[in-house]
């Protein structure tokens, strides 16, 4: 497929997951995000990128994870593939209407905040295509392994030893946020977890210090996954 039909086919998958994820949670947009069909040959430069994103998302599409930029209101997509269109529509939905912020909180926090964006994108991910396995459900739970065991097992796993720690602290995220995000999914379709408490979590600004590390622990806690010691 040329590039400018891949492009096109790219921004009508996009609008139609909006369209569905919106008709089925009841929330509204005010408008649609720019999509840019990347994949490995694109060229990001030609995106005028901020220098300070332009790097990250080189890492990401070497790596190929597609991604929603906030402040550009733009869906990259360096994979053809229909989870990945999904999952970024969801990340846009949410983000669009909930504002979060990211600059300026603590660590700790801002990977709570993480955590909980992902299982958002998973939980829509998984409303729009069920089907959808979770790529981590293999994983232990990485935030109850110390150092040395999570070295472990990316070793066994990957097949390396290092791991950068921005790419450790991206796995962890992930994880966490899908293993969420997946019992959400389920508790939502038998009725646990009501299209009220969905929304109301998807437009929570989590402005307060530590509110995002509070509200994750109460989401593990809620779907059955053990909080680490």
Request: hydrophobic letters at 35%.
């Amino acid at each position: 497929m040329k590039w400018a039909a891949r492009q096109d086919k790219s921004e009508e998958k996009v609008h139609e997951a909006i369209e569905e994820l919106c008709e089925e949670l009841d929330i509204s947009i005010p408008y649609y995000p720019e999509v840019h069909w990347i994949g490995r040959r694109g060229d990001l430069n030609s995106l005028g990128l901020r220098n300070s994103h332009l790097e990250d998302s080189k890492r990401r599409k070497m790596a190929g994870w597609s991604e929603y930029l906030k402040k550009e209101r733009a869906i990259l997509l360096y994979r053809d593939c229909e989870h990945h269109v999904n999952e970024e529509s969801v990340h846009f939905v949410h983000l669009i209407n909930s504002n979060l912020r990211f600059v300026g909180r603590p660590l700790y926090d801002w990977t709570a905040l993480g955590m909980i964006v992902e299982a958002i994108g998973f939980f829509g991910s998984k409303l729009l295509s069920p089907e959808r396995p979770n790529p981590y459900q293999k994983f232990p739970d990485l935030l109850s392994l110390n150092s040395a065991e999570r070295a472990r097992f990316f070793m066994n796993y990957f097949g390396v030893r290092n791991i950068t720690d921005l790419d450790l602290t991206e796995i962890i995220i992930h994880q966490q946020g899908y293993s969420v995000g997946e019992r959400a999914f389920y508790a939502y379709h038998s009725g646990g977890f009501s299209k009220k408490e969905v929304k109301k979590l998807m437009l929570n600004r989590f402005e307060s210090d530590g509110s995002a590390v509070l509200k994750f622990g109460e989401l593990r806690k809620r779907f059955g996954i053990p909080l680490p010691n």
